[in-house]
């Protein structure tokens, strides 16, 4: 907050005039920098209605460094023709001199000076004329005084060119009374404190009006990631529809289980290079139950359960591939063996399985992997019929299967 | 599923009347069809050429229909104009006759029938082609199982020999040719032909190749490649000779049956085949084609109940007739006979024609009911716990995050620290790309190339994830199992392990564990090449290691790209289940 002082003269001083004050010349008058008191303007603004300032901006002329220096001193071309006695010099000498590189060419330019190139002891600069008008630096003199107008807005822009002027903004303030003008500040508290609360204060403080048009603070919370919200309300129904879920944590799965005990034929174009992704390292699967698998040999090449087949040569070399699991109804597959083994004990229950979790086909990597740093998975859902698993099942009585896949 | 392309209007004129787009679209969807686009070849060549290119072309309305991969019955103008009109009841569906007998020699897996008397016009030639283009695409898996010949019978003369000579001994011209060439030449010559250069490999590294002779010595063909121009059929060609060599004999016969039964219709005598006998190399001899026409039983109380309908048996009869299965009520309780026609060798197994029945039906008439068991629900626990970690970890402030199983070896290995041998990593034998080569070992990859994505976020960025990974596992049948782990990373202008570690005794509380020795949880101070040095402990519980903790290495924040230090934290799960 400004100090109090300037803000109270401030005040006073509006009082006195009818219409208003500028900025520029309190400033002046008080003998404070302007800064201070666009300062001391802005907190009075902040104080409610006290004042009311109007922005205004108005342009000048002002001399830069070099300029002042000119003002002073002569423009470099003068200082030039100054420093040359009557008898000349030596252009190398007069080159070391600060204003001398520019001076020349400029001094030259105007016909002030001339070069004789032939001299014995290098080339020596001589005086052209008597006296010269030093008319930069008569123009400078002019914007230092404040008669910038004086001089054509030509004038001023080669100037300004040389770098010598620039045309600077001046932002000032036109200040009248507020409407609930008064000499007296008060000060506005910001919050309720505890002392307040304890001594009763706040009742006779005033208080400053909050902004309800700006946000507040935004909580510093943690968030869970979209498509997992999507999967845990697919779980949620599922569950509630009384489905059981399914042991879905292993991405690697044999062939076997993925397609063969699916009826998938071993030469059916999903089982390609391009559609699964083959494992090198473990490569092959072992430990797959005998009689089932030579049940699903069976119905592969020649049929079985009602089913033709397809008749062609089961191999297991080809069923004891690794690959990555392409869908989860791998899963029920191994599901619906062992509880087609369980089956035989009783106390089995009817039971949905559900397993929500990710397939790996060849195909979602097309899909997957977005611009942002959260890579997207596809969801989608594919019912199960039963009856051509069973073609590789013993029949399972007593259980439900109402599969549904959440990959 | 196959695009079968058909002029529109050949299709109406087969079919006995138009349709509306929309209709048609509906009739399509009804069969089990689905009507994938309206366009013209002009259309099509503008679209993928230039409309200047397209000026000559046709304007003639295609419907590009979507036919179910297992239909070859549907590949051509006459499959689908008969398919759909037995559907609408306005055909039987036709029995087609075997005829008489011709010889042919030939080795293992060829079979072959004549088309006697047949009338070609331009549309019907381009049919017939197209059909065996996209059987070839279809069922023959691009001629590497099956390769279809169709000869001018009148140009050659049986019986035939389907035999294998070196490439040099075998000279012929080809179709579309001038002059004569050896079969190795012929693989010079088409390497450069967009169309054929996809089956040369097919035989081009074997000692010999097939080829098919007549009696005279005049070529027949060379399959899979190309056919001869000798026995090139014309728009004038009144028999056919087809044959089909093979690596599989059920699908060469597959094929056979569908090229015959679909053509066999414009014969001078309508669906008539003219047998072919083969003769084996041992003597053995079999007449093609088989055109075996199954009969199956069922209840159509099985049907009713698969589909959840209710109908007599007689509308259930009526129904699989509709779709080509020609169905009759045999008066034994609810019993109704099918009769599986060659066309539908799709039709494996009963489930196939309840299928069928239900489409049929209509499966938008089905009705919705309830399940009628009651089953109680149970969650998987090792997701269960999941959830509930998920959903405090979000409340701690930390922002979950969902990253890809499968990276790069250097992701889990030298981008670490670490070395890929020492990380029971599964390596992928055909990767899409190099992002793609290892399932992953550990989730901090994952989590540091998510931060490396959202640089320009506000910090502190703070992630977590709880997900699988992979690591191999001799005791599993299939080598390699998958691990629930937890991991989280603190991103910010320092590294900020205090709050890591808050968040794992957080976490800790969550899972009710104690912060004790021995029955709890404890951390303690240890060396990890992806941390930095004094600024990393490994976690126990209840003795042994579940993870670790602590400020990655800058050696580790430079490979990720990472500008600002990091504090990351990553723990098995399954221990505390």
Redesign the interface.
Known sequence: MADTGVLETLLRRIEKVDDGVDSLEVATSLGVDHQVLVGAVKSLQALGDLISAELRSSKHWELLGEGTEIAEQGSHEARVFGSIPPEGLGQSELMKLSFGKIGFSKAMSNKWIRVDKAHEGGPRIFRTVEDIEDQVREKLLLVQRGNSSKLEEKEKNELKKRKLLSEVTVKSYWITKGSSFSTTITKLETELTPEMIANGSWKEKKFKPYNFEAMGVAP??????P??KVR?QF?QI??????????T??????SFWNFDSLFQPQ?H?ARD?HDT????????????PPDYLERVKKVHSE?G????????DWKVEEAQK?I?RTHTTAVSARMLYKLAQQERDPGC????RVP?D?G?G?RL?AH??GP??????VLHQTRD?Q??LQ?GLQPVHGA?H?SVQLP | MPTVGVKRDLLFKALGRTYTDEEFDELCFEFGLELDEITSEKEIISREQGGSKASGASDVILYKIDVPANRYDLLCLEGLVRGLQVFKNKLEAPRILNNERRTAAVRPHAVAAVLRNITFTQERYDSFIELQDKLHQNVCRKRSLVAIGTHDLDTVSGPFTYTAKPPGDIRFKPLNQTKEYTAAQLMSLYKTDSHLKHFLHIIEDKPAYPVIYDSNGVVLSMPPIINGDHSKISLNTKNVFVECTATDLTKAKIVLDMMVTMFSEYCSQPFTVEEAEVVYPDGKTCKYPELAYRKEKLSSGFINRKVGINEPTEKIAQLLTKMCLRSEVTGVGDEIQVEIPPTRSDVIHACDIMEDAAMAYGFNNIPYTTPGTYTVANQFPLNKLTELLRQDLAAAGFTEALTFALCSKEDISDKLGKKISETRAVHIANPKTAEFQVARTTLLPGLLKTIAANRKMPLPLKLFEISDVVLKDETKDVGARNSRRFCAAYYNKSPGFEVIHGLLDRTMQLLAVKAARGDGYHIQASDDSTFFPGRCAEIFFRGKSVGRLGVLHPDVLGRFELAMPCSALEMDVEPFL
Do not use: V, W
């Not at chain 1, 944590?249 to 044999?254: A, D, L, M, T, V």
């Not at chain 1, 992704?277 to 797959?288: E, R």
């Not at chain 1, 942002?372 to 998975?377: K, M, T, V």
């Open positions: 510093d919370c943690g968030h869970m990631h498509l997992m845990t779980r599922f569950l509630e529809m009384g489905f059981t879920e399914m042991p944590n292993n991405f690697i799965e044999s030469q174009p290079q992704f083959f494992l090198s390292d473990p490569a092959l699967a072992h430990g797959f049929g359960y009602g089913s033709q087949g397809y008749k062609y690794n990555l229950h009817p039971s949905g929500p990710r790996r060849g990597r997957a992997g942002h740093g959260h890579p997207a998975r019929y009856a051509p073609a439900q109402g």
